[in-house]
């Protein structure tokens, strides 16, 4: 029989899954994972944790080496292996690898490629792109410094729990990353200085839940500087940097972390002459089939459907990288079977979880701002209720926002702050978004009741009783 041979690109969440799920579907089919950095299948959720020390071995967040996919998976996993183009008329990808590919590869600090580089071409019948995100880089002088460094895979991880040598950090942006990243460098006693370019709320939230957050960065002993756009990285005569400039003023500086957002690698996908999608992802329909029949894509390098919004969205997130790429997997291996029995992408929820020292942090659905671009007339109610019953020792206080459309009361999205309680109620309204409820029916919730746990009226269902008071 000819074997059927499926190539995909890039071998972290969405890739690993997507080839997991082919050689599952069809135990005959030659996968092959062209990865171009030194690891596959690394948490990167948990670097944070990891640069940190509170968790001690880094390889436990490494969940397949090439090694066990090969020989558990069946699955050909190539490390420093770059695919630099791909030629969809004729099926096949061109490929650089070799010693020069992988730590230098795709980073800013512009080592370049090495000379042991060699170049090849291999032919594939389906292809999946999961080539992922890279950091979204400011357009600032001093960007190549020693000690500027990013935070997007494992190597930057490693790279990052490595510089023991540091004290005064430059954090900049204040998104996920940043804000893990800050609590990360205080446990290690750094000084840490974070710039966010504008002087709006963290993570689009309410301003009254965003100051919460704010008020446990200054409390942990962070410097925010809000309206504080970088301007310039400082460096000495030997190339390492030793400050920076933002908003008018001058930081001291041994290490800057720059976090300021991240983009799709898309550029084979665009040079090959598929269809991009929103902010440059690669588009891509429920199947996630690209425009060319046969190639799939998933995770981070593609669009995805909101699904309260239903607009195409860029959002990064492990989730939704790793079923996509479950969803690929499938779907390519159905397509090479002559099968046409697709398996549908659900779309995001643009859910976030995070941890900023003592407190949970969480969004889901639509912010306000979202929400009024995407035309609803919208409504905003937050509450503070007790995490316990208040006859229970302990607790705390927890804040619920909730975003409504106003005419109809439906709920739009959810916003959750507080020590306790946080994320158990964050996916009570995840779920409450996914069955499109409104306040009402959200109201009437039979939610659970421990005095340990919550209080009778559980905080979610207050927030839903007084916003319904406003509608
Ligand atoms: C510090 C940090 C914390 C995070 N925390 C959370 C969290 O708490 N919750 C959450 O939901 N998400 C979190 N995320 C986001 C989550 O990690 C990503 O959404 C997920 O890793 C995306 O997986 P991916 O496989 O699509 O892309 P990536 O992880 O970007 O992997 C893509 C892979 O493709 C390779 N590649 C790219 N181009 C090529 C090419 N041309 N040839 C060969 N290989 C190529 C890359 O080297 C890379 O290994 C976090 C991310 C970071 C960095």
Redesign the pocket.
Known sequence: MNRKRLII???????MSAASQAKKRNKDLDVLV????DYISYA??G??YMVSGVIKDPDSLLILTPEKARANRGIDVRTR????SVDLKNCSVTVKAGKGIGKAM?KMMGKGQGDEARTFEEHYDGLVF????RPRLPAAKGINLEGVMV???FADGLALKDRRDVKDVVIVGAG??GL?MAESFRRLERNVTMLKRSDGPLLDMDPALSELVEQELVRNGCVLLKGSPLEEMVGDDSGKVVAVRAGGETRRADLVLLATGVAP?SE?AREAGLKLGVKDTIAVNEHLATSHTGVFA????VSQIHRVSHKEVFV??????NRS?KIAGANVAEYLSGGNQFSTHPGTMATVL?KVFDLQVGTCGLTVNEAKAAGFETGFTWIKQHSRSHYYPGGSPLFVGLVYERKTGRLLGGQIVGKEGGAKRLDVLVTALSAKMDLETLSRLDLSYCPPYSPPWDPVLIAASIALKSI
């Open positions: 690109i890039g071998g972290d969440a969405a890739g062209l990865e171009r950095g990167a959720c670097m944070p292996h770059e695919v630099v795709g999961a080539t992922g995100a935070l997007r895979d996920l990353v893990e690698n084979p998933a995770g981070d390098c990064s997130q492990a989730l939704a990288a790429g995070t």
